[in-house]
């Protein structure tokens, strides 16, 4: 019913920047969130809003990344954003997007195809 798609990955020298882009087949009226699952690692929730946000006010960041991510709605809602700044090796892992956290898991709906971000030293 609804089709993300993830784009923006790529190789960086750690201290660089990327920002990732999900586009979605239509406006979403749910929530959102990134993902990412690093080799051999479980996927751990990287940052999420709530669909009536369009910037990262009152986003939820896991530790290790905040300060440095910034996750965005665009005003039409069709477009969920990740700003990675100051990356470390450890955030290599494929990130992946996605949408409307069902009860009563909160097990998101869903998910895009995720993009391989690699930070090097």
């Known amino acids: 019913q609804v089709e993300l798609m993830e784009s923006g990955g790529g190789s960086v020298q750690a201290g660089g920047s990327l920002k990732l882009a999900c586009a979605a087949s239509?406006?979403?009226?749910?929530?959102m969130a990134w993902y990412r699952q690093a080799p051999g690692k479980e996927r751990e929730l990287v940052a999420s809003i709530a669909s009536e946000i369009t910037s990262d006010g009152t986003a939820h960041y896991t530790d290790s990344v905040k300060g440095r991510f910034t996750i965005s709605l665009n005003n039409a809602k069709d477009t969920l954003s990740l700003q990675m700044n100051s990356l470390k090796t450890e955030d290599t892992a494929v990130y992946s997007c996605?949408?409307?956290?069902?009860?009563?898991?909160?097990?998101?709906?869903?998910w895009g195809q995720g993009t391989q971000v690699t930070v090097s030293s």
């Open positions: 239509r406006s979403i009226l749910c929530g």
């Open positions: 996605a949408a409307c956290p069902a009860a009563p898991t909160g097990v998101y709906k869903y």
